[in-house]
Each structure stands twice: as C-alpha cells, then as structure tokens.
C-alpha cells in the first residue's frame, strides 16, 4: 500500500496511486481526490484522477 500522507511532488510513477476509477496513475495531479471511511473497523482509501472519476465511481 502507498503511504497515503506523502507530501505532494514526491510521488513517481512506481510509488503514485492508482485511479479507483479508470486505473491510471495519479502522478502529482491537482485534481487527486481521496475518499477514505471505514469499513468493518478498517480504514479504507479510494484514490481518483478527479472529481469526474470519484463521482463515477461504483463501490
């Protein structure tokens, strides 16, 4: 799992996250969405590209 507090403009292709959404990685992008809740006493995290794909989103 990617540490999901790095500090903006230290993500590389092989450590950024991945779009929940549409499956591209998010490399620095303004536009990063998080959404994080808890599930079953589990902290879970979405990433997405933008506001787009998070409202796109089916989970």
Known sequence: MN?????????????????????????DEPTHRVLTGIENGQVSTEHFCDEDCRAAFVG
């Open 3 to 27: 540490d999901p507090t790095s500090a903006v403009g230290e993500a590389t292709e092989g450590s950024a996250p991945t779009c929940a959404s549409c499956d591209e990685k998010i490399v």
